[in-house]
């Protein structure tokens, strides 16, 4: 009896959005082997990452965190932003899908070389501490494996998500089994930036295991100079935007670094990674809004921005408890999870837990931009986020240290979320919607009384 149920939601729910029942299921497995990896890979960062700072202590920590920030840098440049752009390709023209991986492979790997000597030249140049140095080059070196990411997109092109996550749950549970083990022998940092180089070493390993067992082959992969040109094309509008995006997340460790120390930086990164351990949520829950917006937009004007306005509201009063509860309990919460080394994070942490209130408000701006083609309001946030981050940091890190950071960030963050779209007047509807997410709840309750 309940499989006779089940079996007609699936069907009743298919026929709504437009699917065959098989093509839901096939969609849906598919997503949930990415929210199955999400929610593992958030989960085991943050457990095995707590076991880990609290040995490491704040100075090694902060150099990881350096080391870490600058292979972020590098890497966004390495992807030039061509994944989904590969996926619809090769989607769109099967026929021609090994011209198109051979070429992508082939310019991630260029790219990559080169952005590693790159790299090294500028951290020779720039690196005075003979303890850091080596810390960067290992984790740094990890952009060369880069390129097998042209392999995982033959799995996302089929819709088979599961054979990436694979690959990623394996290699990370054998990652933070051997971390353990070098805490249990009290091993040295090097080990840990050998261990993340190895992580990521080990995934694209078992990638390519998978690769082979399930069917693919690298057979036709080739490379056409003209398809050579056309991703190149694409890569710079698209390479720039990830740019800009990753120096405005990492601006604030670049600089923490440059003007305070390895100590001071390694007591931020625990505030900040306390942050981001919930950016994934309003992420996925304006992933799951937009089918729906897509079609209500085209059905029903009124109704797309109802829901526009349920999904703004949604988010804000999540992240409203979420800030209050976590700006209350910030000192316990630091002291509990990374101990009395790293209590200076507290006041950071009380202030910098706000970004996921802007977070999410600027997840549905950014949805509803991609809907409506506004490209320019999807490039222009990050530049001026980043542009016054800098600014502000200048002016608050000398003055209040990480504090200072913390607030820079989330002003910043502040700005391209709400105040921005009082100079663009395509966007000053947005402000409203916004601003009205947070009486919609109180005015609803208000009614049912």
């Known amino acids: 009896m309940i499989s006779k149920y089940k079996y007609k939601l699936i069907s009743k729910i298919a026929h709504t959005i437009g699917v065959t029942d098989g093509g839901l299921k096939k969609y849906g497995a598919n997503s949930l082997w990415l929210i199955a990896e999400k929610i593992y890979g958030i989960l085991l960062a943050l457990i095995i990452g707590i076991v880990v700072t609290r040995y490491l202590g704040p100075e090694n920590v902060g150099i990881m965190t350096y080391a870490i920030a600058i292979y972020a840098i590098i890497l966004a440049i390495s992807t030039l932003g061509l994944d989904d752009f590969i996926i619809k390709s090769v989607v769109a023209d099967r026929d021609n899908a090994p011209k198109i991986l051979g070429s992508a492979f082939f310019l991630r790997t260029i790219v990559s070389v080169i ?4 790299a090294m030249i500028y951290v020779y140049t720039t690196t005075s501490s003979e303890k850091m140095l080596p810390i960067i080059i290992i984790i740094s070196a990890s952009v060369l494996l880069q390129p097998v990411t042209s392999i995982q997109i033959c799995f996302m092109s089929d819709v088979n998500n599961k054979l990436k996550t694979l690959a990623y749950l394996i290699g990370s549970t054998i990652s933070a089994v051997i971390k353990i083990a070098l805490i249990l022998t009290n091993a040295g940092l090097i080990y840990f930036a050998l261990i993340y180089f190895f992580e990521l070493l080990l ?9 082979y067992r399930n069917g693919y082959s690298f057979d036709g992969w080739i490379i056409k100079k003209d398809e050579v040109i056309t991703l190149l094309k694409k890569a710079i509008p698209l390479s720039l935007t990830m740019i800009i995006h990753t120096l405005f997340v990492k601006i604030d460790v670049l ?18 990674r306390l942050m981001e351990t919930w950016v994934f949520i309003p992420i996925f829950i304006t992933t799951s809004f ?19 306005q349920q999904l703004t509201s949604l988010l804000v009063w999540f992240s409203l408890c979420l800030g209050t509860a976590t700006t209350l309990l910030s000192t316990p919460i630091v002291s509990i999870l990374f101990g009395e080394k790293f209590i200076g994070a507290a006041p950071s942490l009380a202030i910098i837990i706000w970004v996921i209130l802007f977070v999410s408000v600027l997840q549905v701006t950014v949805k509803k931009m991609i809907i409506e083609n506004n490209t320019f309001g999807i490039i222009l946030r990050p530049v001026v986020g980043l542009l016054l981050n800098i600014s502000l940091n200048i002016y608050l890190i000398p003055q209040y240290g990480i504090k200072g950071a913390a607030i820079s960030t989330t002003l910043s963050y502040l700005f391209i979320a709400y105040f921005i779209d009082i100079f663009t007047k395509k966007d000053r509807e947005l402000l409203y919607l916004k601003l009205s997410a947070i009486v919609l709840p109180i005015r609803y309750l208000l009614r049912k009384k």
Not at 115 to 118: D, K
Request: no cysteine.
């Open 290 to 308: 937009m089918p729906s917006l897509i079609d209500s937009k085209a059905i029903d004007h009124s109704k797309y921005n109802r829901r526009l």
């Open 115 to 118: 952005l590693f000597i790159t």
């Open 255 to 272: 600089m923490i670094e440059y003007y305070l120390t390895n100590e001071e930086l390694g007591i931020y990164s625990v505030a900040v």
């Open 203 to 211: 995934i694209a390993i078992i990638t390519i295991i998978l690769f």
